[in-house]
């Protein structure tokens, strides 16, 4: 009668916790004292609950006992498949009284709030890092430890987590289920999305202190400081080229391959970079985008017309 009533005559001495049940209490306070009486003969898994411990077997039997009637979704609690259905459904009972989050389960509900009251109870004991989830410091502690779990059966591509590699295979599919409702832009993720349509937006909410340099990405910015500072990082072991970006030493590393993975279908002309050749089609197309205020001249690119206002000047 006491779940009518709405009774909780047990209550924790350390936090607000209430409950129906002696028992629950009992339960509830081994949280308190870290006691685990419960483990695992196979792995070094510990819980407080034998509940728990019964529920964690399944995972080394592999046994799935309950089943979703719409897609092919398996899971071992009753409460994870009730969870799962509100995909279906689209039931998000759980709302954020701040701004417009909402969520399937009380849990990430519980979660995100984090991100509003700035709190990061889980840290990197080799860095800085701080974090609103242990998941997400489980995956940074492997850029320490430099495992990467999950590789992709198509190329050497390897990676910490598996979200990641499931965005990658995407470039094998050919897959870009995100796409922009005002150009032609299609893309694998949804951040990239977000990113793109700051273009049409205008908006850079990423600025220089030294310099007037805007940009979109915080990573940019990252980038571009390192002009200033004359970092660069990545240099290559045959000659003494060094560079800002990654990208930019694979692209120079081509120079002494000789590898030209970009060729011009209408004349032999073969090149290291899609943006060469991308302005090389407009010697075919006749194409002249840049031009000059001042005179008639019209150029390709617009390192060309730099070039040339100085003639003026």
């Not at 202190?209 to 979109?216: A, M, P, T």
């Amino acid at each position: 009668m006491k779940i009518h009533t709405g009774e909780k005559p047990f209550s924790c001495n350390i936090c607000e916790y209430k409950c129906i049940e002696k028992s629950y209490l009992q339960r509830h306070m081994k949280k308190h004292t870290g006691e685990k009486p419960f483990s695992c003969n196979i792995c070094g898994y510990k819980c407080i609950d034998k509940s728990n411990l019964w529920y964690h077997m399944k995972i080394h039997t592999a046994e799935k006992p309950f089943s979703c009637h719409i897609c092919k979704y398996q899971c071992i609690q009753k409460s994870q498949l009730q969870s799962h259905m509100k995909i279906h459904t689209g039931e998000k009972p759980f709302s954020c009284n701040i701004c417009e989050y909402k969520c399937i389960q009380k849990s990430d509900l519980q979660k995100h709030m984090k991100i509003h009251t700035g709190e990061k109870p889980f840290s990197c004991h080799i860095c800085k890092y701080q974090c609103i989830r242990k998941s997400h410091l489980q995956s940074h502690m492997k850029k320490h430890t430099g495992e990467k779990p999950f590789s992709c059966n198509i190329c050497e591509y390897k990676c910490i987590e598996k979200s990641s590699l499931q965005r990658h295979m995407k470039i094998h599919t050919g897959e870009k289920p995100f796409s922009c409702n005002i150009c032609e832009y299609k893309c694998i993720q949804k951040s990239y999305l977000q990113t793109h349509m700051k273009i049409h937006t205008g908006e850079k909410p990423f600025s220089c202190h030294i310099c007037k340099y805007q940009c979109i990405r915080k990573m940019d910015l990252q980038r571009h400081m390192k002009i200033h500072t004359g970092e660069k990082p990545f240099s290559c072991n045959i000659c003494e080229y060094k560079c800002i970006q990654k990208s930019d030493l694979q692209m120079h590393m081509k120079i002494h391959t000789g590898e030209k993975p970009f060729s011009c279908h209408i004349c032999k002309y073969q090149c290291i970079r899609k943006s060469q050749l991308q302005s090389h089609m407009k010697i075919h197309t006749g194409e002249k985008p840049f031009s000059c205020n001042i005179c008639e001249y019209k150029c390709i690119e617009k390192s060309s017309l730099q070039r040339h206002m100085k003639t003026h000047t």
